[in-house]
């Protein structure tokens, strides 16, 4: 079990880009509480906003497995070996476009190819459409002869938690699991029991319990008797076997709980869990990649982490 505790005693000015779009984010739901999906998602698109555009990457749109996708490409890359991104949005919003220049960025320092998923999104595809999709991607890249060791998964905040769970769906199909998992705030519980819900509510600027008990009605229904399948809430899984595991966090952000409880599960089942926690720091932070030295920071531990494997 390994947790990174990076301390920080102030944050680079950088950093508030992405606290302030969050803040704007919410005085605008705020100000208009019936935003219908279609107004929600146009929001969320602004998600690319605080990430710098990566040099040297290019990108391509396609379909594998029957879903839409966008790759990033890095000059030089191995194209043998492929990161499957599952974007975040509570299951219902955010999209390649959001996602892509993050995408890139970890594509670049991982030194290879990223696949950003347009998986089907709820409510209008409940769960749990987006991980058949995640597996028809999966088991397209296995068929085109891409080695099982050599795909990683990886997403943020709901993404995370795609990242994880369709693993254990790959599991779930008799298919050989992927090389290791990299999860970024990865929103997990959806019985939102997690004590930083409460403890981290004066600092995280945007997410919050009623928010995401909306996501829940959309993505799993209200009935709540899908909130501890395992598929769904991953805190509830059987981890044995399971890849390694990269776990960040922002520690000013309310599911910060969900990625330790992630961690110390994994651990406990025997798996390579590491956490970083980044003091102060607002949810799913590498979003400032290319523009606050925590985001690059953050980012180039991973790709140590992935070429230590």
Request: aromatic content about 8%.
């Amino acid at each position: 079990m390994k947790s990174i505790e990076n301390k920080t005693t102030t944050l680079s000015k950088e950093a508030d880009y992405l606290r302030a779009l969050y803040q704007g984010w919410g005085e605008r739901m705020t100000a208009n509480p019936n935003m219908t999906i279609e107004d929600l998602r146009s929001l969320f698109d602004e998600w690319e906003k605080p990430t710098l555009e990566p040099e040297d990457v290019t990108y391509k749109t396609d379909t594998v497995g029957g879903v839409d996708v966008l790759w990033a490409f890095p000059i030089g890359c191995d194209k043998s070996k492929v990161l499957i991104y599952t974007h975040g949005g509570g299951f219902a919003v955010g999209s390649s476009s959001s996602h892509r220049k993050l995408a890139g960025h970890m594509a670049k320092a991982l030194g290879v190819s990223t696949v950003v998923l347009d998986y089907r999104r709820a409510p209008e595809n409940p769960f749990p459409a987006q991980l058949e999709d995640a597996a028809s991607v999966y088991q397209a890249l296995l068929a085109s002869g891409i080695k099982a060791k050599d795909i990683g998964t990886i997403g943020d905040s709901a993404g995370g938690n795609l990242a994880v769970a369709s693993v254990l769906k790959f599991r779930e199909l008799g298919l050989e699991l992927p090389g290791f998992v990299i999860a970024f705030s990865p929103w997990l519980d959806m019985e939102l029991t997690g004590s930083t819900l409460e403890t981290n509510a004066d600092t995280d600027v945007f997410i919050n319990a009623p928010l995401l008990q909306g996501m829940i009605n959309m993505f799993i229904g209200e009935d709540g008797s899908k909130v501890r399948n395992p598929l769904a809430n991953p805190l509830h899984a059987d981890f044995k076997d399971f890849p390694p595991l990269y776990i960040n966090a922002g520690g000013a952000e309310v599911l910060l709980d969900d990625a330790r409880r992630l961690q110390a599960r994994a651990t406990k089942a025997g798996v390579q869990a590491t956490l970083s926690v980044v003091d102060g720091m607002q949810h799913v932070f590498p979003f400032l990649a290319g523009r606050a030295p925590e985001a690059d920071e953050e980012i180039r531990r991973i790709a140590d982490w992935y070429k230590a494997l």
